[in-house]
C-alpha cells in the first residue's frame, strides 16, 4: 500500500480561486493569514510556530508565502503552492511585514485578515497600508468547514490510523492484563500508541507531511478519567476500573480522533449503567449531524437526554467540534453555535460523562455530515461487552 500525504497543485489552485471570488464579492484586495493551520491550508506548507512570523498574502493576482530564513529550504522541499518572499531574522533591521508591505506595493480595496491575528500586528499592517481599510474577515474560516472530496481522503485515512491507535493500546493492556506482567501507565500507553501510528504512516504511506501533534491524545485510567482534559500521569491502569483512551492523528495536515471508554476486568453495575448512557447519548448526538440542521440542534438533543437521566452533575461539555485542519475548528456541535450543517463537514461526537471516584465515560467518533445521515469515519467496537477487556 502507497498513500500520498500531499495534495496535488490543482486542490490549491482551486481553493485560491474561491478564495478570490470571496475577496473580490467584499472588495478585498488583500488577504493576510498568519496562523500555521491557515497557511498549511492554503499552501500546504507545514512549519513549526514560534516568534518568526510565517504569513500567506494572497492578492488578486499573487500568491506570496513569507518566511524567514531558516524556512527557505522546508518551503522548497514541500514544492508550497505559492512564491516565496524571506526574510532574515525575527524581530530584523527590517522588519518581516514591513518587506512583505514595499514587495506587494499599493492594493486597491480593503485588507482582511483572520480573525486570530494579534491586536499588535493589525495595527502594525494598519500602519504600513495607511490608505487602505484594515479588518477582519471569516472568509477561509467559512471555507475550512466543508472540506473538498481530496480532504476527505486524508480524514478517512486518520480516522482509519486512529482506530488502529485504539485497537493498539487495548492489544498492550489485555496481553499485559492476562499474562499477568505489570499494566501499563498513562504515559506508557500514550507512547506505544503514538508510535503505532507513526509506523503505520512510515510503512504504508509513501510521504508524511510532519505537522504538530502528528499523532496524540488523552488516556486517563480509573478516577482519573472523571476530569477531562487532565494531565497524563504515571499511574498504572488497574484490573476492575474503566479507563478512556482518546486518541488522533493527522494524515495530510487533516484530522480525526476515535475515543472509548474500556473497563479492564469484571465490570460493576456502575459501569454497566453509566456506560450505556453515554453510549446512548453519542448515538443521538451522532444521528443529529445532518445536512440542514443546525450544530445546536445535535447538541440540545443528546445533552437533554443525558439530563432527563438525571446525570446533570456528571455533565462538563458539548457533544461535538468541527475538525478539519486542527482537531478542534469551528463549527462547534453546541446550543449556542446556530451554524447550519452542509454536507462534507466533519464533526466530533462525543458526549460524555464524568463520575467522580468511578471514572469518566465517552464515546468520540469522527463522522462527516451528508444529506442522508452522518456518516462515522471511525468504527471501533462500541458495545459494552466489546469494551469490556476480560
Sequence with gaps: MSFSQRLAPEFYARLHRDIRARMEARGIGLLLL??????????????????????????????????????????????????????FEFPGVERAFSLLARSIGDIRGDIAH??????????????LFPNNRVLPTDIV??????????????????????????????????????????????ITLEAHVVRHALDIMDNEHEDIMNVPTLAGGL?????????????????????GESFILSLGCRVGGRSAESERTFVLGEPSKEHERYYAIAQEAQRIGSAGLIAGRTCASADITALTYIREQGMTPYLKHRVGHGMGVAFHEPPWVEAGDQTILEQGMICSSEPALYVPEVGGFRLADTVLVTESGPEPMTTYPRRFDEVVLS
Excluded at 522546508?74 to 516565496?84: D, I
Excluded at 491575528?117 to 500602519?127: D, M, T
Design 34 to 87: 498568519d496562523a500555521a493551520d491557515d497557511v498549511l491550508y492554503t499552501t500546504g506548507f507545514s512549519f513549526r510556530p514560534n516568534e518568526r512570523p510565517v504569513a500567506l498574502a494572497l492578492t488578486r493576482t499573487d500568491a506570496i508565502l513569507l518566511i524567514p530564513e531558516l524556512e527557505r529550504e522546508h518551503a522548497e522541499r514541500q514544492t508550497v503552492a505559492a512564491e516565496t518572499l524571506v526574510y
Design 219 to 239: 488516556i486517563y485510567g480509573g478516577p482519573n478519567s472523571a476530569y477531562p482534559h487532565g494531565l497524563i500521569s504515571s499511574r498504572r491502569i488497574r484490573p
Design 141 to 186: 474560516t467559512k471555507l475550512r468547514q466543508v472540506k473538498f472530496p481530496e480532504e476527505i481522503v486524508l480524514h478517512r485515512e486518520a480516522a482509519r490510523i486512529s482506530d488502529a491507535m485504539v485497537r493498539s493500546g487495548v492489544d498492550l493492556v489485555t496481553e499485559a492484563f492476562r499474562a499477568g506482567k505489570p499494566l501499563p501507565s498513562e
Design 114 to 127: 483572520s480573525y486570530g491575528l494579534s491586536v499588535g500586528r493589525a495595527a502594525e499592517i494598519a500602519g
